[in-house]
């Protein structure tokens, strides 16, 4: 396993492409960003920035379009209704997490649907010539009571290793072909070795059943190969051939994150997602398995 001999430079900034349609969540989406539904009472993206926040992410860059700038103003200050809210002596707080430093959200728009690599890509400018992070909202990382979040256990991964990170996980063969698959090396601990990277392979030619789940930390360099707009899987620009271009010349390294992970891209993703949260609330959980429990006969 390759170790880089100096300090990495750090993670400052995340890249959230945050521009689909939502189709599959239609009518609900026809308005309101699929970022923007509720898993208990916090939106989805929300609890995406907060894992960057958590593990030191200062910058988030949106990738929106049309009909998204929701997502931005869900990160500003709404004066009238915190002066409401003051006012009439209630608390506050509940909106801290959607406060931002003054530059620190930032939002680009994806003018048309080209595919996962062309939304980073389109966040180019902003990124610079740093290492950056990606987090695919509909993928909602959960850490462990008392453990760190999905990007955070990277993070800490990175400092040791350097070079590219994705975060990954098993899933049963026959599902492969939604995902961008490893080809995994040696492995020590958390950490594997990544020899290849292919998009959406059909199972019989998937290398491995260890898919990429939606949390990377990437070099700028990718930037430079995603600027050929090479079409891959499903005729998109994507990002796994892009990174794929970089193993060999960097090292790339996929972690399996120590928590859980629910695939809000699906429905009934989402509601596993929303009722595991409710469950493990102190202000609700009991009242939420009590109510389970009951529907449940
Ligand atoms: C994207 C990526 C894929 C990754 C997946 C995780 O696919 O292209 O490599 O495994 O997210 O959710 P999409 O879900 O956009 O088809």
Redesign the pocket.
Same mark, same amino acid.
């Given at each position: 396993m390759s170790a880089t001999p100096s300090r990495p430079k750090p993670i400052r900034k995340a890249v959230f492409p945050v521009a !689909?349609l939502g189709t599959r969540f239609l009518p609900a989406t026809k308005v309101v960003p699929k970022e923007l539904l509720p898993v208990v009472d916090r939106p989805l993206i929300q609890y995406a920035v907060d894992e960057a926040r958590e593990a030191g992410i200062e910058q988030m860059i949106f990738v929106t379009g049309r009909g998204k700038t929701g997502i931005v103003e869900h990160f500003d200050i709404a004066f009238e209704l915190e002066k409401t809210m003051a006012e009439r002596g209630r608390d506050t707080s509940v909106l801290d997490c959607t406060r931002a430093v003054p530059g620190d959200v930032i939002a680009v728009r994806q003018q048309v649907p080209l !595919?996962?690599g062309h939304a980073i890509w389109c966040a180019r400018a902003i990124v610079g010539d740093e290492p950056f992070a990606i987090f695919?909202p509909?993928?909602l990382m959960v850490a462990r009571a008392g453990g760190s979040g999905c990007m955070k256990q990277m993070v800490e991964a990175y400092e040791e290793v350097g070079g590219n990170l994705v975060s990954v996980l098993e899933v049963p063969i026959e599902q492969v072909s #939604?995902? @961008?698959?490893i080809a995994p090396g040696e492995s020590r601990g958390k950490l594997t070795e990544v020899r290849g990277l292919v998009?959406?392979p059909p199972v019989s030619a998937a290398p491995s059943n260890k898919?990429? #789940? @939606?949390r990377y930390i990437l070099q700028p360099e990718v930037m430079g190969l995603l600027a050929a707009q090479e079409r891959g899987? @499903?005729g998109e620009i994507?990002?796994?051939d892009a990174m794929a271009k970089l193993i060999g010349s960097q090292p790339f390294h996929a972690l399996t994150f120590d928590g859980a992970r629910y695939?809000c !891209?699906s429905k009934v993703g989402f509601v596993e997602a929303t009722l595991a949260i409710a469950l493990s609330r102190p202000d609700m959980g009991e009242a939420v398995r009590a109510m389970a429990q009951r529907l449940l006969g």
């Open positions: !689909g !595919g996962l695919l509909d993928e #939604s995902y @961008g698959v998009e959406k898919i990429v #789940s @939606g899987a @499903g994507q990002l796994t695939d !891209g």
